[in-house]
Nanobody, 118 residues
Framework: QVQLVESGGGLVQAGGSLRLSCVVHGSVYGLNILGWYRQTPGKQRELVATMSSRATTNYSDSVKGRFTVSRDDAKNTVYLQMDSLQPEDTAVYYC????????????WGRGTQVTVSS
């Protein structure tokens, strides 16, 4: 059984920084993608940033140059460093693990709230 647990959310002023962490409880192996998505009320969940087990990264255009995704496979942890935060970054941030083997498996954390005040 795989469980993802996020931490690091909170309230920050515009221009500030936060660092999110997500620990994966369970085995992480093979080709996989760890990353972050976010969701605001009434909107679909959207990609923020991901990093594959081969260190390939993918960012949404809205966070490029401000957010940095990284992972520590020895600790089964993925991070999201968020700098120059803006009010439009306010959302619940979810950690995601996508195993790319057959059969594919996908897991979500419960989310952590990030609120950016103007």
């Amino acid at each position: 059984q795989v469980q993802l647990v996020e931490s690091g959310g909170g309230l920050v002023q515009a221009g500030g920084s936060l660092r999110l962490s997500c620990v994966v409880h369970g085995s992480v192996y093979g080709l996989n993608i760890l990353g972050w998505y976010r969701q605001t009320p009434g909107k679909q969940r959207e990609l923020v940033a991901t990093m594959s087990s081969r260190a390939t990264t993918n960012y949404s255009d809205s966070v490029k140059g401000r957010f940095t995704v990284s992972r520590d496979d020895a600790k089964n942890t993925v991070y999201l460093q968020m700098d120059s935060l803006q009010p439009e970054d306010t959302a619940v941030y979810y950690c995601n693990l996508d195993f790319l083997q057959i059969p594919p498996r996908n897991y979500w954390g419960r989310g952590t709230q990030v609120t950016v005040s103007s």
